[in-house]
């Protein structure tokens, strides 16, 4: 069984920075991609973030400049740094990873999801 956690989530003023973190866990051969999506209640969820095994990188225009994703590959961890945070940056951040792993003893590949952690600016 597959399974990520996020923490670091909570309640930062603007302009403040948090730090998101995610542990991918379970019969992990490989992961490929890290990276983060974020949620706001009736809104449409928004990429926020990717990195892959090669250390490239990509980023939604609404927080380039701002956030900063690093993954560990051979750890199986990601982290979003998160600075000059704004109100509007308000959502349920949730990591996931696009990886192979095994199960009853055969290769098997897909994307995984963690729960998500609230993330909360105030103005």
């Known amino acids: 069984q597959v399974q990520l956690v996020e923490s670091g989530g909570g309640l930062v003023q603007a302009g403040g920075s948090l730090r998101l973190s995610c542990a991918a866990s379970?019969?992990?051969?490989?992961?490929?991609?890290l990276g983060w999506y974020r949620q706001v209640p009736g809104k449409q969820r928004e990429r926020v973030a990717h990195i892959t095994s090669d250390g490239s990188t990509d980023y939604a225009d609404s927080v380039k400049g701002r956030f900063t994703i690093s993954g560990d590959f051979a750890k199986n961890t990601e982290y979003l740094q998160m600075n000059s945070l704004k109100p509007e940056d308000t959502a349920v951040y949730s990591c996931?990873?696009?990886?192979?792993?095994?199960?009853?003893?055969?290769?098997?590949?897909?994307?995984?999801w963690g729960q998500g952690t609230q993330v909360t600016v105030s103005s």
């Open positions: 996931y990873a696009v990886l192979r792993y095994t199960r009853d003893g055969s290769l098997r590949s897909g994307a995984y």
């Open positions: 379970g019969s992990l051969v490989e992961i490929g991609v």
